[in-house]
């Protein structure tokens, strides 16, 4: 039988220790806002190195994803099933560059914003539409991962007009 002081002392061990990584700030802002670029590019390299599997890779479990029709899926498993078209071959290839991140309140989500181009799989030169995107990032067992993923097409130049 283990002593009863041994086991306060444990207990009270296990309390502070709790205490002390909850109160052990975050990343600072500008920290934060680094790591969210750099997951991004890491979320197109999966993309371009592993496809579908490495795009699903880095989407939390209750990510939603708004493809450029506005169509809402939530989950991993619906966000496959609507996004596979992209990964299937003579398709299109998504491909993207974050220019802004802004982390949020408490440093532990945020977003980033950028250029999208869609490029026909058959000619890489062919750049079949361009847009912007914004990722909503958060923390999920120390890994940055997306929340939510969407993009809006950029409008014909005659739209722009009327």
């Known amino acids: 039988m283990t002593p009863p002081t041994v086991r306060w002392t444990a207990v009270l061990t296990a309390v502070t220790l709790a205490v002390a990584l909850a109160c052990t ?38 990510a ?13 498993d619906a966000i496959r099933v609507a996004d596979a078209p992209l990964f299937e071959p003579g398709g299109l290839r998504l491909r993207w560059e974050p220019t802004e991140a802004i982390a949020l309140a408490g440093n532990d989500s945020g977003m980033t914003r950028g250029r999208y181009k869609l490029i026909s799989d058959t000619d890489p030169a062919e750049v079949v539409g361009e847009g912007t995107y914004l990722t909503l990032w958060r923390r999920e067992d120390g890994r940055l991962k997306v929340y939510l993923d969407t993009g809006a097409p950029d409008p014909e130049p005659e739209a722009l007009l009327d």
């Open 25 to 62: 700030p975050g990343p600072s802002r500008e920290t934060l806002e680094r790591e969210m670029l750099e997951a991004d590019r890491a979320f197109l390299q999966a993309t371009i190195d592993e496809g579908l599997e490495g795009w699903l890779s880095f989407f939390t479990e209750d």
């Open 64 to 76: 939603l994803r708004v493809d450029l029709q506005g169509q809402t899926v939530v989950g991993p």
